[in-house]
């Protein structure tokens, strides 16, 4: 069964340890062993999330002589970011209507009390 790039992507940054990894990426090329040198785990492991991360498309690697430098390839992250951008529209707008209340509340309170003295 063959899932979507979106679940993909997902799954990939389900784990802690991939999105250390792509975080290190945003800097520029990395060698494997300049990408496990922080982690607590054996190059196997660190091998083994980076194969997830091509999977997903996020990382890309590279032959240069005898070593294998990773580089990030953004794109699946702009694909979530723009599935992301219909709910952000939701959530600001919610975010609008609860400022609007608040004040209602606010307003509401403040004329309360003048109204006491």
């Known amino acids: 069964m063959s899932r979507d790039q979106l679940s993909t992507t997902f ?26 040198e922080p982690f607590d785990m054996t190059m196997p492991a660190v091998t083994k999330h980076l194969k997830v991360l091509e999977k997903a498309n996020l990382v890309e690697r590279s032959r240069q002589a005898q070593y294998r430098p990773c580089k990030l390839h953004p794109e ?40 006491k003295k």
């Open 11 to 36: 799954s990939a940054l389900a784990d802690p340890t991939r999105r250390a990894i792509l975080a290190r990426l945003t800097t520029g090329e990395k060698t494997v062993s300049d990408l496990a």
């Open 76 to 115: 699946p992250l702009k694909d979530i970011d723009e599935w992301m951008g219909q709910y952000r529209q939701f959530f600001e707008e919610s975010f609008d209507r609860l400022d609007s209340y608040l004040n209602k509340i606010q307003t509401k309170k403040e004329n309360d009390d003048g109204n």
